[in-house]
């Protein structure tokens, strides 16, 4: 399955946005799915994960209360709502996803074999 991933830009501290992955090629109901993120010099970070059936979620500690992940499989989308933006928070965020028959949600960039080009998300003080 091919991702293209959409929505970044320059938000204020407490602001909010809403990051998009298209999916094409794949059945893509069948795909387990996440969103990580990387700034320059770090390792990529795990952010939200969601499974196939889109019932079971997973976010990172950093970001709960704050990131809501929800996928709509009639459009191949999965979303990423991220309200109370911090600076922290910027990076280039990457969704991702893995073919599976389980329900599991996956955490593990080394879990995921397809991925996006990337977006930026850009969150001023």
């Known amino acids: 399955v091919q991702l293209q991933a959409s929505g970044g830009g320059l938000v204020q501290a407490g602001g909010s946005l809403r990051l998009s992955c298209a999916a094409s090629g794949g059945t893509f109901s069948r795909y387990g799915t996440g969103w990580f993120r990387q700034v320059p010099g770090k390792e990529r970070e795990f952010v939200a994960a969601i499974n196939w059936r889109g019932g079971s979620t997973q976010l990172a500690d950093s970001v709960k209360g704050r990131f809501t992940i929800f996928r709509d499989n009639a459009k191949n989308t999965v979303y990423l709502q991220m309200n109370s933006l911090k600076p922290d928070d910027t990076a280039v965020y990457y969704c991702?996803?893995?073919?599976?028959?389980?329900?599991?949600?996956?955490?593990?960039?080394?879990?995921?074999?397809?991925w996006g080009q990337g977006t930026q998300v850009t969150v001023s003080s």
């Open positions: 991702a996803a893995r073919p599976t028959l389980s329900s599991a949600t996956y955490t593990s960039s080394e879990e995921y074999t397809s």
